[in-house]
């Protein structure tokens, strides 16, 4: 099993910045594959950024130039750098982890059942 406890959600303007931290426990030698996605109000979740074990990411188009994905290895932990925040941005944010080398592009459209899930941290942006 592995745990995933996010962080570093909360209230900017739009404009403003966050950055999200997703810290990963148990058995972490077993991940191959993690990413951030996003569930909006009255919406769908939808995948936001992913990050295979190579270190080589994917992102949604509504968010490229904006948020950067990364990972400490050696903390376990996931970011999720967001810039130029916009009112669409606004969602709960949640971190996700599976052992399978996953597609990328198809794991950002949900196409697969990802194995791990954090509880997810409140992203709101104000305009």
């Known amino acids: 099993q592995v745990q995933l406890v996010e962080s570093g959600g909360g209230s900017v303007q739009a404009g403003g910045s966050l950055e999200l931290s997703c810290a990963a426990s148990?058995?972490?030698?077993?991940?191959?594959?993690m990413g951030w996605f996003r569930q909006a109000p009255g919406k769908e979740r939808e995948g936001v950024a992913v990050?295979?074990?190579?270190?080589?990411?994917s992102y949604a188009d509504s968010v490229k130039g904006r948020f950067t994905i990364s990972k400490d290895n050696a903390k376990n932990t996931l970011y999720l750098q967001m810039n130029s925040l916009q009112p669409d941005d606004t969602a709960v944010y949640y971190c996700?982890?599976?052992?399978?080398?996953?597609?990328?592009?198809?794991?950002?459209?949900?196409?697969?059942?990802?194995?791990?899930w954090g509880k997810g941290t409140l992203v709101t942006i104000s305009s």
């Open positions: 996700a982890a599976d052992p399978r080398a996953l597609q990328r592009d198809a794991a950002l459209r949900l196409y697969y059942d990802i194995s791990y």
């Open positions: 148990g058995y972490t030698g077993r991940v191959y594959f």
């Open positions: 990050i295979d074990v190579a270190g080589i990411t």
